[in-house]
């Protein structure tokens, strides 16, 4: 049973630049979550897709947009990159809300370097 | 809102000894309380759970019971290893307002020597 997958692994873009990050669930899963996970700090929730929708968002600028498909992968992307966009981000799966246990299963993340 | 507070560390131990992380939190619903762990350079791994009051999560040799009096779930292991080794973060999530997005503590770093 393959986990919750991400690509790439490492990333380095320039300031102003754009990115697009890319997960696949764990199996059985439908529900995607996003965290951007600074040093030193924990998760910070970005935003989680349900059936192809943005259903819940943190504190995050629009330039922080997402997509989920219809076999529940997901893509995050940043526009206009700055520095302080440099983290490990997060993605994690879930069940439907509402049709099980609230756990959710991380990924290994795609750390960005922004310079 | 929610929050969740854990001890600062790092905190250090010896090999075989006992470990107790702190956490605390703030909840307008119930609840449901989780460690995670993150080893380095990895993404964070569902250490163990607990859903109402009074139930005891265990894993690996780790523990933590639900105290919905103290609002605590404090993190405990008879003997770390060295191997134990990463840092360590405590969750919430509840379903206040439909949402079930965890709030994580910051993280507390358990560094074991031989």
Redesign the interface.
């Known amino acids: 049973d393959a986990g919750v997958t991400q690509s790439p692994t490492h990333l380095i873009k320039t300031r102003g630049q754009q990115v697009t990050l890319r997960c696949s669930p764990k199996s059985g899963h439908d529900t995607v979550s996003w965290y951007q996970q600074a040093l030193g700090q924990g998760p910070q929730f970005i935003f989680q897709y349900y059936e192809e929708e943005e259903r819940q968002r943190g504190n995050f600028p629009d330039r922080f947009s997402g997509h989920q498909f219809p076999n529940y992968s997901s893509e995050l992307n940043v526009n206009a990159l700055l520095l302080g966009d440099s983290a490990l981000y997060l993605c994690a799966s879930s069940v439907t809300p509402g049709q099980g246990s609230y756990e959710q299963y991380f990924g290994p993340g795609t750390r960005l370097t922004v310079t | 809102g929610n929050s969740v507070t854990q001890m600062e560390g790092p905190v250090t131990l010896s090999e075989e000894a006992f470990l107790t992380i702190n956490c605390t939190y703030t909840a307008t619903g119930y609840p449901?309380l989780?460690w995670?762990v993150q080893y380095p350079g990895?993404?964070?791994?569902?250490l163990l759970?607990a859903?109402k009051a009074d139930d005891k999560g265990s894993n690996k040799g780790f523990e933590a019971t639900y105290r919905k009096e103290t609002t605590s779930f404090h993190l405990e292991k008879g003997s770390v290893q060295v191997s134990d080794s990463a840092v360590y973060?405590c969750?919430l999530?509840?379903?206040t307002g439909?949402?079930?997005?965890?709030t994580?503590?910051?993280?507390t770093s358990l560094i074991v020597h031989p």
Request: aromatic share 20%; glycine share 16%.
């Open positions: 449901s989780f995670y990895e993404g964070l791994q569902l759970k859903t973060f969750a999530s509840d379903r439909g949402s079930y997005i965890p994580f503590g910051r993280g």
